[in-house]
């Protein structure tokens, strides 16, 4: 048995979960990001980026990093930022999941505000943030490691994320992420396309605007972005063969019924991707030949707690639906 020594040394090396479904032909394989330790597949972008920001002398010890984040970046900074000596403020605003906000807390991660008001006055929030995290790492002598355009971002997927991936399921038809910054699925897009003939498929929520200038609002975190926003530099559209969208009831009720009927406890870019999987191969015939696609399961359900889980939250916002659950039913067997 492997010993650790040192708390970045659990990050990666997830496991893989096939689940069964009313195809024969297909099988779904899910990359189950959450079992990193601060839960989700952006414990790898924290690594990487503090590793890099270290190795060129950007960030010494006893500093203090602030990033913009819309929780699970911040969660895995905050928890590398006390494990390796660092202070850490998370730019975030109020639309953040509270879990996820009292995780950086418990990591002793500060939180810095950005509210809907300053989105009124100009300019979208997640731009507010970015520029206000670049602005206090000036004035109090700090660092902001930009996970939006770090090119750093992606490069810790490439050879982690990516190389796991493949060697997991070397002959997968798929994969389907979801696209925020982009890193994730740029990074380990690159390096399976460098390495086998897998498609590579980018889903963002109904209302995001990464391949398109119209949106609208949607809840769902993390993945996507508000028309008119600043797009990342990391998105590598290049690498997608596909894109598509999935809404707010669609990724919410699929979350719901995973964790009451299979045991899966998976966030909201996971409820998309299972959604859209289910869409995806309904819509395509049957075939002789086995086809296998993977899908990178970012975070636990446990950071949304208090909205997707939540029966009231989800009656007030009219997205509970009981034909997406008998149509998951009816296919995830």
């Known amino acids: 048995m492997t010993i650790n020594t040192k708390l970045d040394e659990l990050i990666g090396n997830t496991p893989i979960l096939e689940i069964k479904t009313a195809r024969p032909d297909w099988k779904i394989y899910l990359k189950l990001e959450y079992f990193n330790p601060a839960g989700s597949f952006k414990d790898r972008t924290a690594r ?10 950007k960030l010494k010890r006893g500093m203090e990093i602030f990033e913009s984040s819309s ?4 969660k895995a900074l905050a928890m590398l930022s006390a494990a ?15 879990d996820k906000l009292r995780s950086i807390k418990a990591y002793g991660g500060k939180l810095h505000f950005c509210s809907d008001d300053e989105d ?10 970015r520029k206000t995290a670049k602005r206090l790492a000036e004035e109090r002598g700090g660092i902001n490691l930009d996970q939006y355009d770090n090119p750093e971002n992606p490069k810790g997927y490439y050879d982690t994320l990516g190389k796991e991936i493949f060697e997991q399921v070397p002959d997968a038809d798929y994969l389907v992420g979801t696209i925020g910054t982009g890193s994730s699925l740029s990074g380990s897009g690159q390096y399976i396309k460098e390495h086998g003939q897998t498609k590579i498929i980018a889903l963002e929520p109904k209302g995001s605007s990464h391949f398109s200038p ?4 949607y809840f769902i975190s993390g993945p996507g972005y508000p028309a008119g926003a600043i797009l ?3 998105i590598d559209t290049a ?3 596909k894109h598509d969208y999935v809404a707010d009831k669609e990724a919410f009720n699929t979350m719901r019924f995973f964790a009451e009927s299979k045991g899966l406890l998976v966030g909201d870019s996971s409820g998309m991707m299972l959604y859209y999987a289910m869409k995806f191969i309904k819509s395509e015939p049957v075939s002789e030949k086995i086809k296998k696609m993977v899908l990178i399961i970012g975070d636990s359900g446990e950071s949304y707690l208090t909205h997707a889980f939540c029966d009231e939250w989800m009656a007030e916002k009219n997205l509970l639906d009981e034909k997406v659950t008998k149509e998951l039913k009816d296919f995830y067997i």
């Open 214 to 217: 119209h949106g609208h609002g």
């Open 232 to 234: 990342p530099k990391n």
């Open 48 to 57: 990487s980026l503090m590793d890099w920001a270290e190795k060129t002398g």
């Open 239 to 241: 690498l997608f063969d």
């Open 84 to 98: 390796r000596g660092y202070k850490f403020t998370a730019i975030v605003d109020e639309h953040a999941p509270a």
């Open 71 to 74: 929780g699970n970046t911040a």
């Open 120 to 129: 009124k006055k100009g300019g979208h929030l997640v731009d507010i943030r």
